[in-house]
């Protein structure tokens, strides 16, 4: 079955997957929402997306001389799928405005609401944890970066220890991406009700989780410390090690000395966007103390979403195994080879 999918939206996060799903045979690609007139419009028409606009903004859009393939319902109409990839907050209104009306399934970002009156999905997606659930759901969101990489540290380790007390996770995030234009603020901010929490415990309810998130003027990597805390002795470091190392998703580095290092390694190596698209547990940070484990792991934040998102169509609208997913999203994302590279690359 070919899925016809409409992305609505054209920023960091949409044109990563505008250019990695077309490589899909099973994907038609309707186009693209465009918003404003800029660069990223002329990218678009540049890799032969089509762009639809909104009715509003036709006519500012010819005028500038760019080629519009037509308005956003008209797309929506066309398509079996929408991945929103909206400015955040805007999720809701895209449903209630053309996804309901038209009857028409959807994937929304991170960032948007999960309950509430703006609510957009009555669940959150993490591949690590909750992949099976998805079929044949009409609204889903997937996790942010964040979000998506604790499910992925946490998971394992629920699998692999039962004693485990309570997890304190630290998010510290870069301030914007590297192709961000807006100012990087000489401050670090802090988050007095991060979502970050309530978002894991969508998915991993049981746990024991305490979540802080600080924001700091970097645009490369976030750094994450989770402080997991056992009943009796903690596990060895060889014994914690071994249950990531065939996680997909998951690289163990020993000798980055900070996220830059595996940013302008990925930029160096050809990686598309630079995106590494995995968690890094940083081996030489591992430390074991009485009942407490900390782990720091670095999170390749907008690129990590994006095989997420495939990752989320292949179980809500194909309804395949996990395990084939997780083969066809290699031979998409090559995320294997990149942990082999990069785990020789610092080891």
């Not at 009857?103 to 509430?116: D, L, N, P, V, W």
């Not at 759901?137 to 998506?148: E, L, T, W």
């Not at 595996?262 to 598309?272: E, M, T, V």
């Not at 395949?320 to 690359?345: C, H, V």
Request: net charge neutral; proline share 3%.
């Amino acid at each position: 079955m070919v899925v016809k999918l409409f992305i609505n939206g054209y920023g960091n996060i949409g044109r990563r997957i505008a250019l990695a799903f077309t490589k899909d045979k099973d994907i038609h690609l309707i186009g693209v929402a465009k918003y404003t007139c800029d660069s990223k419009t002329r990218e678009a028409i540049e890799n032969k997306f089509n762009v639809y606009v909104s009715h509003e903004m036709t006519k500012l859009f010819k005028e500038r001389g760019y080629t519009i393939t037509g308005e956003i319902p008209e797309a929506i109409e066309q398509s079996d799928l929408i991945i929103d990839a909206s400015k955040e907050g805007e999720g809701f209104n895209n449903k209630k405005n053309y996804y309901e009306p038209k009857k028409k399934s959807a994937i929304f970002q991170g960032g948007e609401e999960r309950y509430g009156k703006h609510s957009v999905a009555d669940i959150i997606h993490n591949s690590r944890v909750n992949y099976e659930s998805m079929g044949g759901r009409k609204y889903v969101i997937q996790g942010s970066c964040n979000v998506s990489g604790m499910g992925r540290i946490m998971q394992p380790l629920i699998e692999n220890f039962s004693n485990i007390k309570r997890y304190d996770v630290t998010l510290i995030r870069r301030s914007a991406d590297l192709e961000d234009m807006r100012e990087v603020k000489d401050s670090i901010e802090w988050d007095k009700n991060p979502h970050h929490q309530d978002d894991v415990k969508d998915f991993i309810p049981s746990a024991n989780l305490y979540v802080e998130s600080y924001k700091v003027p970097s645009r490369m990597m976030h750094l994450h410390q989770i402080a997991v805390r056992f009943d009796g002795k903690a596990p060895n470091k060889d014994s914690l090690l071994e249950i990531f190392q065939n996680e997909f998703g998951v690289a163990v580095l020993n000798s980055a000395k900070g996220t830059a290092d595996i940013r302008r390694k990925a930029i160096d190596l050809d990686f598309p966007n630079g995106d590494t698209n995995m968690v890094h547990i940083h081996q030489d940070m591992l430390r074991i103390q009485d009942d407490t484990v900390k782990i720091s792991y670095s999170d390749d934040q907008t690129g990590m979403v994006i095989p997420e998102n495939y990752l989320l169509m292949q179980s809500m609208i194909y309804r395949r195994p996990r395990s084939q997913a997780i083969r066809n999203t290699d031979k998409l994302f090559q995320m294997n080879k990149k942990r082999k590279i990069l785990e020789e690359e610092f080891k």
